[in-house]
């Protein structure tokens, strides 16, 4: 059985660090807490906490911020 801390890790492994700035924002958690999670210094996130990135990572994408793409000048 998957636990909903693995789904969530398996989420977080996929995004590249904008990506994870743009979970952070969107779900209200703070960026370094995602971060922690993401590189398992965290090893019991609080439960709401992880609903919250789920909630972000369950929504359909396009209801998710994009991140702009930088021109080089």
């Given amino acids: 059985m998957v ?3 693995d789904t969530l890790l398996a989420h977080l492994d996929a995004c590249s660090t904008h ?3 743009d979970a952070a924002q ?3 958690v703070p960026y370094h807490t ?7 210094e965290t090893t019991n996130p609080r439960i ?3 609903q ?3 909630s972000y990572f369950q929504a359909p994408r396009k209801k998710r911020k994009a ?3 930088h ?3």
């Avoid at 995602?34 to 398992?40: D, F, L, Q």
């Fill in 26 to 28: 969107a779900s209200g």
């Fill in 71 to 73: 021109a080089e000048v």
């Fill in 34 to 40: 995602v971060a922690k999670i993401k590189r398992r």
């Fill in 3 to 5: 636990s909903i801390l």
């Fill in 67 to 69: 991140h702009p793409v």
């Fill in 48 to 50: 709401d906490t992880v």
């Fill in 19 to 21: 990506q994870i700035e």
């Fill in 52 to 54: 919250k990135l789920l």
